[in-house]
Nanobody
Framework: VQLVESGGGLVEPGGSLTLSCAAS????????VGWFRQAPGKEREYLGV????????YYEDSVKGRFTISRDNAKNTVYLRMNSLKPEDSAVYYC???????????????WGQGTQVTVSS
């Protein structure tokens, strides 16, 4: 499955943004999908994951309550809604698909190319 992220851009602190992770080449509905980010000079950070059915989503404490992962399997797309954005949320955001255990530890073989999010006034 090929993954393409979109929706990144420049947003002011306190603003919101929704990222999309669109799949092609295979159905995304059989995979858990996770979101990660990487800021310059920092390690890749796991943000959260949604199960294949969309029935459950789990988040890291750093984004819990501000970020929401959802999916529309009919559209083969997973979303990351980001609210109350802070400058420290600036990073390249990636989605990854696969078995949930592999996704959570960043060892899935399916990754998108990333989309840049910049939070600045």
């Amino acid at each position: 499955v090929q993954l393409v992220e979109s929706g990144g851009g420049l947003v002011e602190p306190g603003g919101s943004l929704t990222l999309s992770c669109a799949a092609s080449g295979d159905t995304l509905s059989i995979y858990a999908v996770g979101w990660f980010r990487q800021a310059p000079g920092k390690e890749r950070e796991y943000l959260g994951v949604i199960t294949w059915s969309g029935g459950e989503a789990y988040y890291e404490d750093s984004v819990k309550g501000r970020f929401t992962i959802s999916r529309d399997n009919a559209k083969n797309t997973v979303y990351l809604r980001m609210n109350s954005l802070k400058p420290e949320d600036s990073a390249v955001y990636y989605c990854s698909a696969g078995p949930i255990a592999a996704v959570i530890v960043g060892r899935s073989s399916h990754w998108g190319q990333g989309t840049q999010v910049t939070v600045s006034s």
